[in-house]
């Protein structure tokens, strides 16, 4: 009997340390539940990196006012509401523009920078056309986080390649941390460095390049290095340029040359930026391949003989984002290597 009292107690003793053993792993289990949620809650801002250092930034913060065309394209994919933009400056059938929801800021000439103050925004991203207003835009928005994503393509500040490539990586990367989309924010570096390689191994090495920017109906000379959009591919991709010329500048049409002069260097490809496309200047617009095509000049070149001409996606001018620069280089590649 005894015996029997004695391991009915011990059975009880035991399943009450079992009972509290389970209790305690419950209250763990709910503890590090709560410690989880309080370390997410307090997960809203992150550091990015912009060309001023590193700056703290919201996480997917409200009223984000962008003027930075190399972000419209990513942004909009994202299904990233805005405030503002500059709709003069993009291309017409960006959905930014198109809403009638988001305000116009105008131009980089002459920006319409009170609407910035009315907005109270939390977010203003600046970047190319708009670099030069960040004191402005900080003294109207004190309280607002301001991020300055230009980078330098010249030359004046690094190899204007490299710059090219890590600049528009560097902004993916941050884009992707303030909007919590950093898997679409890796995908789209990924497709970038490919199509870069792609585009590399398809280019012939001994065939020589003449890349043009044209406008109202002129043809101007995107030059080696510093050139309009094609200028830093020639390191990016090593391209033998066809022509070399003294004081050449990063002029948004180009610098003057003759179509004498492009004829006389017969260039085996000759790759096009039509910034008319892009801006629709008016009377003056004439499409590029209009006037590449019917330039009496041009006709004999090896380039247009064969058919070797690379025009840029039509709103490259306004939208020189990561995905502009996917689709050119995808597009290089497929022609350089028939």
């Not at 550091?47 to 065309?69: A, C, Y």
């Not at 988001?102 to 910035?116: A, Y």
């Not at 990561?322 to 597009?331: A, S």
Request: one cysteine or more; a negative charge.
């Amino acid at each position: 009997m005894k015996n029997n009292k004695f391991i009915k107690i011990t059975f009880l003793v035991l399943a009450f340390a079992m009972m509290l053993t389970g209790c305690a792993k419950s209250n763990n289990g709910d503890n590090s539940g709560e410690e989880v949620s309080e370390e997410k809650a307090t997960e809203t801002t992150v550091e990015i990196t912009d060309v001023d250092g590193t700056v703290t930034v919201p996480v997917n913060p409200k009223r984000v006012i962008s003027l930075d065309n190399r972000t419209y394209e990513t942004l909009s994919d994202w299904g990233i509401e805005l405030a503002a933009v500059p709709k003069e400056v993009m291309p017409s059938d960006s959905p930014y523009v198109k809403d009638e929801n988001v305000q116009d800021i105008g131009n980089h000439r002459e920006p319409n920078l009170e609407i910035i103050a009315a907005i109270d925004p939390e977010l203003v991203i600046i970047g190319q056309r708009f670099g030069s207003f960040y004191e402005d835009i900080k003294a109207l928005v004190p309280n607002a986080t301001i991020i300055n994503l230009n980078f330098d393509v010249s030359g004046e500040d690094g190899a204007p390649g490299e710059s090219l490539v890590e600049g528009l990586k560097n902004s993916t990367v941050a884009l992707g941390k303030i909007f919590d989309k950093n898997e679409e924010a890796e995908k789209l570096i990924a497709d970038f460095e490919k199509s870069i390689e792609d585009a590399k191994v398809s280019y012939n090495s001994e065939e020589t390049v003449m890349s043009i920017v044209v406008s109202g109906g002129e043809i101007g000379f995107s030059a080696p290095g510093v050139g309009r959009v094609w200028g830093p591919m020639y390191e990016i991709f090593g391209w033998k340029s066809a022509l070399e010329i003294d004081g050449s500048t990063t002029d948004h049409k180009g610098d003057d040359i003759s179509v004498e002069a492009i004829a006389e260097s017969n260039p085996d490809w000759i790759f096009v930026l039509d910034r008319d496309a892009a801006t629709s200047s008016g009377e003056d617009s004439v499409p590029a391949q209009d006037v590449v095509d019917n330039s009496p000049a041009l006709k004999n070149t090896t380039a247009i003989s064969k058919g070797q001409i690379i025009y840029a996606p039509k709103d490259t001018y306004t939208n020189e984002s990561i995905q502009t620069y996917i689709e050119l280089f995808e597009n290089m590649a497929s022609s350089l290597a028939k």
